[in-house]
C-alpha cells in the first residue's frame, strides 16, 4: 500500500497551533509566492527565507528538521529542470568527455535557484499542515471566498478517503491471495493484469458511487436542503493581526532587499 | 505514496509567480462554471456524490499492475469519471482530488495548483470525453467500441494533458521547451496505455453491472462546449509555448537546436512512439515534437475507432 494514512496534523501546545487559521492560509501562499519571486541567484534571499522556515518550524514546537525531514517529496520532479545545467548559454565550467556536452555557470546557478525555491516553498505547506487540523484549514478555505460547495466537496472528500482506502486496501489484499504464483505456469501478461486492476476500478467505483447514494439518503433524513451548516466562528485577535503584518512585511522586506549574486 | 520523477504534479517553485496566477484564473472560471452545471445535473446529490467518488479516484490510484522495467500502470481517472458523469462533474471531481493531494499530501504545489486543476482536471477531462464521444459516434455501439473508445479517451487524456504541462513548465523557463515536450510526451505515451487499459477495463465492467450509468454520462452538461474549451486552451498553450516569453527566457529553443547532440538525448527516452520523434517537413525542434504527439494521438483514436467499427459490424453480423 502507498497510503500513508497517517494524519499530518502534530497537535502541539504553540502560539503557531494558536493561530486562526486563515492567517495560516494566507501566510503559506505569501511564503510561496516569495520564494517563487525571489531572483534567480539570490542566494542570500534563499538562505533568509529557509531560515524563517526553520524559525516557524520551531516556534511550532515540531523541532528544527520537521519540514526539512519531509521536504524531500518534490524533489523527484527537479529532473525536469536538469537539461538546464546544458542549454543555458553562458560561461562553460565542464564539458562531459563522450558527447562533449557543455555545463555552464549560469545553468547551475539557474537550476539551483529552481531546486532551493521548490525545496523552500514545500517546506511552508509542510508546516501550514503540520499544526492546522485540515478540517480548520478547510474552513479557513471557505472564509477566505472559496465557494462554498467546492469546499463541501473537498471536506467530504477527506472524510471518505479513508473509508475508501480500507475498501482498497482489502480489494488489494484479495487479490494478492487469489495470485499465487504456480511453480511451471507463466506469470499472465500486463494487459490480463490491466484488465483486472481495470475491473477492480470498475467494482470500486460503483461501490464508491452507491455508497454516496446511502450517504445522500442518510443527510436527507437529517434535514439536508443542499447547504452546508457550519457552526464554527472565529474572530481574528490581536495576536493574528500582529503576526500575519509582521511576517507579511518581512517577506516583502526580504523581496526588496535580496539581489542576485 | 508512489512518485515516479515525471508525473503530472507540478511543485511550486517550478514555474514563474505570474505564469501560476494565469493558470488559477483559467481554474477559477472553469471551476466557477463547473459548479454551476454539476449543480443543475446533480441538484442537492452533488456535494455528497462529487466528495465521495473525488474520495474514490484517489483510492483507485492504488490500484496498479506492474508494466515493464519496473513502472506500474494506475490510474488519473480524469477519462474515467469523465466518461461516466461528464466533463464538468470529472472537473469537479479532479479538483478536489488535486486539493487534497496538494493540500495533505504537498503532492504538487499551492501556488500552482492552478495549472495541476487545468492540466489534469479539465483539460484531461474534456479531452478524454471529446475523444470516447467522438470514438463512439463514429465506430457504433457494440461492447468492444465502447471500450476501444475508453481506451482512447484515457490514453488521449494523460498524454494531452502532460503535453500542456509541458508546455506550462517550458513557458516558465523550467525546462526547454523541445525537451520538456520530448521527455513528458514519451514518458506519458507509456504510462497512457496503462491509463487506456484500466479506463476501458473499468467502463468494461460498469457496462456489464450498470449499462444505466454510461448513458447518463453521454447525456451529462458540457457535451457541446466540450470541443470550444478544448480548442480555446489549446490555442492560448500553443501562443504561450512560442510566444517572445517562452524565447526570451535565456533557455531559449535556439541553444537548444544549436546542440543537436542534445536533442539526440531526448529522441532516446526510453520510451518512444514514434522511430525518431520527428516528422518530416516541419523544421522547428519543438513544433515537431508536438507534431509527432499530435500524430501518435491520431494514431490511437483511429485505431480506437477501426477496432470498434469492425467489432460493431461483426455483432451486426450475428458473429
Not at chain 1, 201 to 221: P, Q, T, W
Not at chain 1, 238 to 247: G, H
Not at chain 2, 8 to 21: E, K, N, Q, Y
Amino acid at each position: 500500500m502507498h497510503f500513508d494514512l497517517t494524519d499530518q496534523y502534530r497537535p502541539r501546545p504553540s502560539f503557531v497551533h494558536h493561530l486562526d487559521p486563515r492567517v495560516k492560509v494566507v501566510l503559506a501562499f505569501a511564503f510561496i509566492l516569495t520564494a517563487g519571486l525571489m531572483p534567480i541567484g539570490a542566494w542570500s534571499g534563499f538562505a533568509a527565507l529557509l531560515i524563517l522556515a526553520l524559525a516557524a518550524s520551531l516556534a511550532s514546537r515540531l523541532g528544527l528538521a520537521f519540514a526539512l525531514r519531509r521536504s524531500y517529496i518534490a524533489l523527484p520532479f527537479a529532473l525536469v529542470a536538469l537539461p538546464l545545467v546544458f542549454t543555458v548559454p553562458g560561461e562553460v565550467v565542464y564539458q562531459t568527455p563522450l558527447t562533449g556536452w557543455t555545463i555552464t555557470a549560469q545553468g547551475l546557478e539557474r537550476f539551483w535557484s529552481l531546486i532551493l525555491r521548490s525545496w523552500i516553498a514545500i517546506q511552508a505547506a509542510i508546516l501550514l499542515i503540520a499544526a492546522t487540523p485540515f478540517p480548520d484549514v478547510l474552513w479557513a478555505l471557505g472564509a477566505l471566498r472559496v465557494p462554498r460547495l467546492l469546499v463541501a466537496t473537498i471536506g467530504f472528500m477527506y472524510r471518505y478517503f479513508f473509508v475508501l482506502a480500507d475498501e482498497t486496501a482489502r480489494m488489494l489484499r484479495a487479490r494478492a491471495a487469489r495470485s499465487a504464483k504456480v511453480e511451471g505456469r507463466r506469470t499472465p501478461s500486463p494487459l490480463w493484469q490491466g484488465g483486472v486492476a481495470g475491473a477492480m476500478v470498475g467494482s470500486l467505483f460503483l461501490r464508491a458511487l452507491e455508497r454516496s447514494e446511502r450517504v445522500h439518503a442518510a443527510m436527507l433524513a437529517r434535514g439536508y436542503n443542499g447547504q452546508m451548516p457550519s457552526l464554527a466562528r472565529r474572530a481574528i485577535r490581536r495576536m493574528d493581526r500582529v503576526v500575519i503584518l509582521a511576517a507579511l512585511l518581512l517577506l516583502v522586506g526580504l523581496l526588496a532587499w535580496a539581489r542576485p549574486s | 505514496m508512489l512518485a515516479s520523477p515525471l508525473r503530472m504534479h507540478i511543485p511550486d517553485g517550478f514555474l514563474t509567480p505570474a505564469i501560476s496566477v494565469v493558470g488559477w484564473g483559467i481554474a477559477v472560471v472553469m471551476i466557477i462554471v463547473a459548479l454551476r452545471r454539476t449543480r443543475r445535473q446533480l441538484d442537492d446529490r452533488m456535494v455528497p456524490m462529487m466528495g465521495v467518488l473525488a474520495a474514490f479516484l484517489f483510492a483507485a490510484q492504488a490500484i496498479n499492475f506492474p508494466v515493464a522495467a519496473g513502472t506500474s500502470g494506475h490510474l488519473i481517472g480524469a477519462a474515467l469519471a469523465a466518461i461516466v458523469m461528464g466533463p464538468w462533474a470529472a472537473t469537479l471531481i479532479m479538483t478536489a482530488v488535486l486539493a487534497v493531494q496538494g493540500l495533505l499530501f504537498q503532492d504538487g504545489g499551492l501556488v500552482v495548483m492552478g495549472w495541476n486543476i487545468v492540466n489534469m482536471g479539465v483539460i484531461a477531462a474534456f479531452s478524454g470525453y471529446l475523444a470516447y464521444t467522438l470514438a463512439r459516434r463514429l465506430s457504433g455501439e457494440s461492447r468492444v467500441a465502447v471500450m476501444a473508445a475508453s481506451f482512447a479517451a484515457g490514453w488521449i487524456s494523460v498524454v494531452v494533458a502532460s503535453l500542456a504541462t509541458a508546455i506550462e513548465l517550458a513557458a516558465s523557463g523550467t525546462s526547454p521547451l523541445v525537451l520538456a515536450v520530448a521527455a513528458m510526451g514519451s514518458v506519458h505515451a507509456l504510462i497512457g496505455v496503462g491509463e487506456g487499459v484500466i479506463t476501458a477495463a473499468a467502463i468494461g465492467l460498469l457496462l456489464t453491472a450498470r449499462p444505466g450509468l454510461l448513458q447518463a454520462g453521454a447525456t451529462a452538461p458540457g457535451g457541446r462546449t466540450a470541443a470550444v474549451i478544448l480548442v480555446g486552451l489549446a490555442a492560448a498553450l500553443l501562443v504561450a509555448a512560442f510566444s517572445p516569453l517562452a524565447s526570451r527566457s535565456p533557455d531559449g529553443l535556439k541553444a537548444v537546436a544549436a546542440s543537436q547532440g542534445f536533442l539526440g538525448l531526448g529522441q532516446a527516452a526510453p520510451y518512444q512512439i514514434l522511430p525518431d520523434y520527428t516528422v518530416p517537413f516541419i523544421s522547428h525542434p519543438a513544433l515537431t515534437t508536438i507534431a509527432a504527439v499530435i500524430v501518435g494521438t491520431l494514431v490511437v483514436f483511429g485505431g480506437a475507432v477501426i477496432i470498434g467499427r469492425l467489432a460493431t459490424r461483426r455483432q451486426a453480423a450475428g458473429l
